[in-house]
């Protein structure tokens, strides 16, 4: 795998991108912190991408599927180099309406760019690496988290906010003329071939995850760290409130980075003991463990130890799904597939954050990381209990 230069030009790619969102993220609190006095309306203008990702779902699932995906990763690229610009006109006219123009933008690209990525690294590695591979490509992306935010913090005090939008602009440029070196072998498409294209509809991705029990199980599982990841930065401000600490932001940032980036490194030798099934569900389980542990958020040490306990699961539990998706999904579905999960997670995410708020609000976060803590593991074992149905079934369809 490691002698495939079409991996190296997706890990070093997606770094280099991850350092641009970043940059970009951290410019945007800032330039809002400075023109957006209203938290809610700052949320607005957030929702504003993701809105608009999610609305060009369904478009971009079946162009990824009816065209290169090479082809697709180099116009949604040069697309989210060229909405940078809108952010560099925001900054120089002072108009929150071009930041608006500037994520929707941004994020309709990356509704394109992130399927047909996922679609292609199925197409540069073989089948047995996949689950090394998909480990790999998020602690890159965790890495560029981790930098790109210290990066973005230490530049905003030395140079101007255009300045940081145009390192942002070169990241992006640079992960383009980078996917130019891609060498994807794809067998052609019937629109190729002057056919209608194979499965044009993007509500035809239904019944293939619908006859596929264990995909679509392992789909509504995501769902579960969802319940943690959506509520992520509502919950270390309130850690921080309790403990009257802000340094514990900072422990707790880099410990959750670090256990992911362990997680993913070492689920590859644990597939070579454990089911993929095996480890999704293990782990499903560890992160209900580590939102009760929450329950106990006053002490810095715990506090600490849940959000590792949970960066370790997480970082076991994503490249474990996203391999089986990638097997297990025909691939003349990928785009479809990956796309209408990007939309499901945005919008599950945005549900989980209002839900957190609320929950914040009303019962405090011990009682609401109790209550979602009995939900994860409710849900663990009740997916549990049908994924050995299907595989009793299963065994004694083929003896039978």
């Excluded at 070169?170 to 060498?183: D, G, N, R």
């Excluded at 294209?197 to 264990?214: R, Y």
């Excluded at 003991?273 to 715990?302: E, K, R």
Aim: glycine share 8%; proline share 3%; aromatic share 12%.
């Amino acid at each position: 795998m490691w002698r495939n230069k079409n991996v190296w030009i997706l890990l070093i790619g997606e770094f280099i991108a991850g350092l641009g969102l970043w940059l970009g993220i951290i410019g945007n609190l800032e330039f809002m912190q400075e023109k957006v006095p209203s938290y809610f309306l700052k949320s607005v203008i957030l929702a504003s991408g993701l809105l608009a990702g999610l609305a060009v779902g369904p478009l971009a699932g079946r162009i990824t599927d009816q065209v290169n995906k090479k082809t697709v990763m180099l116009i949604s690229g040069f697309t989210r180099a060229l909405s940078v610009i809108f952010m560099l006109i925001a900054i120089n006219t002072g108009s929150v309406l071009w930041m608006v123009v500037f994520l929707v933008s941004i994020q309709i690209s990356a509704a394109f760019y992130f399927p047909a990525l996922q679609a292609a690294i199925p197409m540069v590695v073989k089948e047995k690496d996949l689950l090394q591979m998909n480990g790999v490509h998020m602690n890159v992306a965790t890495l560029s988290r981790i930098l790109g935010t210290a990066l973005a913090g230490i530049l905003l005090v030395v140079i101007s906010l255009t300045m940081v939008y145009a390192l942002s602009l070169v990241a992006y440029l640079a992960l383009f003329v980078m996917t130019w070196f891609l060498s994807i072998e794809e067998t052609a498409t019937t629109s190729q071939q002057g056919e209608k294209p194979k499965g044009a509809s993007f509500k035809e991705v239904f019944p293939v995850i619908k006859g596929l029990p264990i995909v679509l199980m392992t789909l509504v599982m995501t769902l579960i760290p969802l319940l943690f990841i959506g509520g992520f930065n509502l919950m270390v401000i309130n850690i921080s409130e309790l403990q009257d600490s802000s340094a514990i932001k900072g422990w707790i940032y880099t410990a959750e980075g670090i256990a992911f980036m362990t997680g993913a490194f070492a689920v590859k030798k644990m597939g070579e003991n454990m089911s993929p099934y095996n480890i999704l569900f293990f782990f499903s389980f560890i992160i209900g463990i580590a939102q009760m542990i929450l329950y106990f958020a006053t002490s810095p040490f715990l506090s600490v130890l849940a959000f590792t306990v949970f960066g370790f699961a997480v970082g076991c539990f994503f490249p474990t799904a996203a391999t089986i998706f990638q097997t297990r999904i025909p691939k003349e579905f990928h785009g479809r597939f990956f796309s209408f999960r990007n939309m499901l997670d945005r919008l599950i995410f945005q549900v989980v954050l209002l839900l957190t708020g609320l929950l914040l609000d009303l019962v405090g976060l011990q009682i609401m990381t109790v209550l979602f803590g009995c939900l994860s593991l409710l849900m663990t074992g009740l997916f549990y209990s049908r994924y050995r149905q299907l595989k009793t079934t299963t065994l004694s369809e083929q003896t039978g």
